[in-house]
């Protein structure tokens, strides 16, 4: 077997944690060095996916010869939800289940009745959603809503089939993810949302069908910004379509008024239509970094915590609970205040302002999810 037929699993390397025996959480909230409170939590469940989008997981890098992770290195339901409590424990109400694309996971349902449970420390509930392709919805999205997820984000690049079928390069069909929004609608998974990666050139002609598709719809879709997430993608910043741009395109045609955020730390500008059609959303990590208020933390398939989507290392906290020396759950939360409090990340911000650290090679996004 020639070195280039050995299976490649990508596993970027990872920070062990160490925390003392008597180790215990500091009291409230916790807020890293820019006050950014943590309050949301992206959990990848899978490396798999059966797409492969360019943007994301190239299949000239990701080929035949990519090997995904070994199920034993994955997080167990359990190990999830243990880590999950104890990040409910720290502030995070927002619980985004993501890949990978995270349905290939085999029984999820069963993690999202164990996340579902879970209860913010003054009792309410948390908000439990989850970022899908929509390949698997029409068959899913009734066992997910019954297993108690509350809404979902579907990525949708084009309704134009040659289009879109070129950016997931597996030949997947639009009317397949059509028909698998209208069963999550059917299944009360609402309010759905669909996110749409513009690239210049590629597939920026879909910007006005897909406005028009969604209009009415009771829909939110949302168009963001192409990035330069992992060393993958080959991005270049002129195949980047500002979000003003998009904007500017739509208004053209359907005027459009701004809404204010929805929640701190939102990463999307809404907009409405001006005739009550409904309500878009623009996601621009490039022209119009939001690290501001970036409450976000993701947590791999294998149990590493990355505090920024554009992150070079992570922190092992599988090492911690697969380690010879049982930990608690204090032990828990005292690491992810530790690593939380002494964070800086504002990568889109540097980049727009290009001081964008270079060197060591960014996560890649299948890996850590959206
Ligand atoms: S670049 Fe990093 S810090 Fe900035 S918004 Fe994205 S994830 Fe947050």
Redesign the pocket.
Same mark, same amino acid.
């Given at each position: 077997m020639s070195a280039r037929e050995v299976p490649l699993v990508y596993s970027p390397p990872a920070r062990p944690l160490e925390v003392p025996a008597d180790a215990v959480p500091p009291a409230g909230l916790i807020a890293d060095t820019l006050g950014r409170p943590l309050r949301d939590l992206r959990i990848s469940v899978t490396d798999r996916c059966n797409f492969r989008c360019g943007y994301c997981m190239p299949k000239q890098v990701f080929d035949k010869h990519h090997a995904f992770l070994p199920h034993a290195e994955l997080l167990s339901f359990e190990e999830i939800t243990r880590l999950a409590r104890v990040f409910v424990g720290l502030g995070v109400e927002k619980l985004r289940i993501t890949g990978g694309e995270p349905t290939l996971r085999r029984g999820l349902e069963a993690l999202i009745a164990m996340l579902a449970e879970l209860r913010t420390p003054d009792g309410r509930e948390l908000d439990l959603t989850l970022t899908t392709n929509g390949s698997t919805l029409v068959k899913k999205a009734a066992e997910l809503r019954a297993a108690g997820l509350k809404r979902l984000t579907v990525s949708l690049d084009g309704l134009d089939d040659a289009v879109f079928q070129r950016m997931n390069d597996v030949g997947f069909p639009v009317a397949d993810v059509l028909d698998g929004i209208a069963a999550a609608q059917v299944a009360g998974l609402g309010p759905i949302k669909v996110n749409m990666v513009v690239q210049r050139g590629v597939n920026d002609d879909q910007i006005l069908p897909m406005a028009r598709h969604f209009r009415h719809s009771g829909v939110v879709l949302r168009f963001i910004e192409y990035m330069d997430v992992g060393a993958t993608n080959g991005w270049r910043m002129d195949q980047v379509l500002p979000s003003r741009d998009v904007l500017d395109r739509i208004a053209a045609v359907f005027p459009l008024v701004p809404l204010s955020h929805s929640a701190p730390g939102e990463t999307a500008e809404r907009w409405a239509y001006a005739d009550g059609a409904g309500e878009v959303g623009f996601i621009s @990590?490039v022209t119009q970094? !939001? %690290?501001g208020d %970036?409450n /976000?933390a993701r947590l791999s398939t294998e149990g590493r915590l990355y505090t %920024?989507? !554009?992150a070079t290392r992570g922190h092992d906290l599988r090492g911690l609970l697969r380690g010879p020396e049982a930990v608690s759950d204090d032990q828990l939360a005292a690491a992810v205040a530790q690593v939380w409090g002494v964070r800086t990340? /504002?990568? @889109?911000?540097l980049r727009g302002s290009g001081q964008a650290p270079q060197g060591e090679r960014r996560v890649e996004m299948h890996y850590i999810g959206g």
């Open positions: @990590s970094a !939001f %690290c %970036c /976000r %920024c989507l !554009f990340d /504002r990568y @889109s911000q």
